[in-house]
């Protein structure tokens, strides 16, 4: 056995009825180094991580930890031997402080009773040791996502983790929080920590890990040192084929003024402030910014979600007036949200039910739901999203990420919207399904609809958008032509009220 490795798979294999999942993974990790683990949605990279942490039971191979064989029963067995995951979708107590979410299963007792102090003292060690800047007493639903993020990052550390399982570490986290997670890990990388890093994006991937692997229909395809390979050839091996462009072509023709936003305050914390745009019909409106600079209030004050206290939003020369999230819908308003497994979708239901469940008067026959429009529905949009399932009555939380994020538009796509709001759409999905919702983005801007988009990746933002509007601060900074922009001007509008 090498020394040098501490993590170990060997000819893994894992299936649900008929379908192989994992057919004979190899796959290592050695010790103090960052592995890189990259696959289309749906290539099994979730499965595999939850056989290591005893979620699921594998049906053949082997798996050592320092070379000895383990065979994890439940996370928490993996986590107390040093094996601890923080996840893309996170699982916390939002109604609890960041101290009872780090000790959550393990408060420290004195003569029987918890011992605050010592939580509280390790906690405010714990989080100077990382030079996080977290007060351990803050309520968690009170932080913003990247802000919890860092908190999950930090308890797996308290657990003293010879592995720490990253899944799409960075997908709400600002650049310079990019920076400061990057440092946090190189730095336990000397410490001799060593991380398996899951991740969409390529450049990522290249600036942090030492190695990659790459997973394609649950087979290891390739592994390589990241100073050995490139991207075209990670990308070929994800999805079989070379994709030579990262961005279709965005050949939608906008046409009249459509939806205009004028001068629109919001009632609630964080205030929007004068906020006034129009898109026209048929163009793709981005919206860039900051995380915390006020794009997702501003779509959901767009959505009837957020109270608007002045200003006006006028939809084809007709002024609209919200009072709910049904309002929107009914002017023919679509909102995709940023956080799909906590108001995006129904997760303890299948994939038909979260297909319908917004257009359900559309599948009634004489007034009663229609099983078979239903089917219909569902299977229509599983066809059109190239979603990957077993079937419609499979759970949605049985799906990756990604395909997920496909039910979801799907979903809204039968509502047939006139104004499709989408935030971070792509968020959590891999290369060839990004560009088959940007392939879809476009196409529904071609069909007329007008789209808005919010997008925390400044490639992404320059490559399917018309136009970009840049908030800062909760106020908007300036609009810019596509083509006619750069990154450094949008990263300086973005900066402009802060």
Known sequence: MDE??????????????????????????????????????????????????????????????????????????????????????????????????LFLGRYPTNFGVVDEVKMLKDSVSLFASLKMNVNPKTVMRTMSVSQRQMVEIAKAVSYNAKIIVLDEPTSSLT?????????????????????????????????????????????????????????????AAMVGRSLDKRFPDVDNTPGKDFLEVRGLCTKYEPFLKDISFTVRKGEIFGLYGLVGAGRSELLESLFGIRTISSGEVILDGKKLHFKSSKDAMNYNFALVTEERKLNGM?????????????????????????????????DREIKVMHTKCVSADELITALSG?????????????????????????????????????????????SGKTVVVVSSEMPEILGITNRIAVMSNHRLAGIVNTKETDQEELLRLSAKYL
């Open 4 to 101: 040098s490795i501490v993590l170990q798979l060997k000819g893994l294999s894992k299936s649900f009825a008929k379908n192989k999942v994992l057919d004979g993974i190899d796959f290592s990790v050695k010790k103090g180094s960052v592995m890189g683990l990259m696959g289309e949605n749906g290539a099994g990279k979730s499965t595999m991580m939850k056989c290591l942490f005893g979620i699921y039971a594998k049906d053949e191979g082997q798996i050592l930890l320092d070379g000895k064989p383990v065979d994890f029963k439940s996370p928490k067995e993996a986590l107390e031997s040093g094996v601890a995951m923080v996840h893309q979708e996170l699982n916390q107590c939002l109604d609890r402080t960041v101290i009872d979410n």
């Open 175 to 235: 650049e310079r929080e990019v920076n400061k997670l990057f440092s946090i890990v190189r730095e336990l990388k000397e410490k001799g920590v060593s991380f398996v890093y899951i991740s969409h994006k390529m450049d990522e991937v290249f600036q942090i890990c030492d190695e990659v692997s790459v997973l394609r229909d649950g087979k290891m395809i390739l592994t390589k040192s990241t100073k050995e390979t490139e991207m075209n050839e990670l990308i």
């Open 346 to 378: 129904f997760g303890k239901d299948t994939i038909k039910f979260n297909t319908v469940i917004t257009n359900l008067n559309s599948y009634k026959t004489f007034g009663i739901l229609s099983n078979r429009k239903l089917q219909e529905a569902a």
């Open 402 to 446: 990604g395909n997920q994020q496909k039910v979801i538009i799907g979903k809204w796509m039968e509502r047939a919207p006139e104004v499709f709001l989408l935030d971070e759409p792509t968020r959590g999905i891999d290369v060839g399904a990004k560009y088959e919702i940007y392939q879809l983005i476009i196409n529904m801007a071609k």
